[in-house]
């Protein structure tokens, strides 16, 4: 490990403690030990009472009061997050399938300000979480691909290209998707991630931190 490295990882850190002061922290570690526990036992395929308490924990979360601070929790592990690349995928994963399913008007809102106001990386972590929710939720699927073909034309490339990628690897039967895909024009987005790096998408982190934003599924 050369000696820019390490400041690069030391910085990173100092980031992460940074951004983690912003978030809800007792929410995010009531998930982190639920991740903890789920990442196990599919690993391990162990049967344990624990199972309750991991639930529990997840539907507990589901009810704060203030959705949109689950929101923050995601885009922070996505992007600061220092746990180990499973375990930050089973975090999210689990945020998007137990929390998000719970999402009204006001959250989707929330996450599309963010899209439409931040064309860098905390832009398009919203913009690839926004996207799975309209996968994994299939009734909030009409809702998002509405507001993706309204503002389609207020996106910064890097948001196109990644529309474009979602629809390509997950959508192809979906009408609606086909319809946004061809006013896109973009035959193969997926050409536009081997290109060298942006200073946004170039910042220093640590390997392994958390799963690439253009990963749109597990």
Known sequence: ?????EFDIEEYKRQSAAQRQTINNEVYDEILKSAKF????RKNNIVSEEIVTALERMEEASRIPNLNEIT?????????????RELSEEFLYIILIMIAQHYKDEQMH???????????????NALQFYLKIGTSHKEKRGYVLNFIENNIDKFPEGHKNMVAMFIKGFLQGDRHAKT????????NPGVHFRNPPTQTQSKPKPAKVYPKWWEFWK
């Open 1 to 5: 490990m050369t000696e820019n490295t």
């Open 72 to 84: 923050d929790i995601y885009l922070f592990e996505s992007e600061f997050g220092l746990n180990s």
């Open 38 to 41: 789920f990442l196990q036992k």
């Open 180 to 187: 946004i895909f061809d006013k896109l024009n973009i035959t």
């Open 110 to 124: 929330y996450l599309e300000e963010i899209i439409l106001t931040d064309g860098k990386f905390r832009g398009s």
